[in-house]
Nanobody, 124 residues
Framework: QVQLVESGGGLVQAGDSLRLSCAAS????????MGWFRQAPGKEREFVAT????????SYADSVKGRFTASRDNAKNTVYLQMNTLKPEDTAVYYC?????????????????WGQGTQVTVSS
């Protein structure tokens, strides 16, 4: 069993930055790929970023590429999402998820564990 707790969300203005953190329980965190997803009101959940077990391989949605950076610190059982140049369309609840495999994936169905989410609101 893995428990995930996101933090770092908030209300910011367009152009600002935020860093989300996702703290994981469990001794096997370093062997899991991790993902970030988001869901805006009235919209489907969408993929944001995914990072493999070591952090050496990362993939991003086109909408955030060049602005967001995913990273992880396996010694701290934590994965991060640095979000720069935020836009109003980035407003959503952001979720981290753990995949019980080392390879990253863009597909939400590949992730077994999910956090409770953290709200990010970007005003124009």
């Amino acid at each position: 069993q893995v428990q995930l707790v996101e933090s770092g969300g908030g209300l910011v203005q367009a152009g600002d930055s935020l860093r989300l953190s996702c703290a994981a329980s469990g001794r096997t965190f370093s062997s899991y790929a991790m993902g970030w997803f988001r869901q805006a009101p009235g919209k489907e959940r969408e993929f944001v970023a995914t990072i493999n077990w070591s952090g050496a391989s990362v993939s991003y949605a086109d909408s955030v590429k060049g602005r967001f950076t995913a990273s992880r610190d396996n010694a701290k059982n934590t994965v991060y999402l640095q979000m720069n140049t935020l836009k109003p369309e980035d407003t959503a609840v952001y979720y981290c998820a753990a995949r019980v495999m080392s390879l990253r994936s863009n597909w939400a169905d590949h992730y077994a564990y999910w956090g409770q989410g953290t709200q990010v609101t970007v005003s124009s």
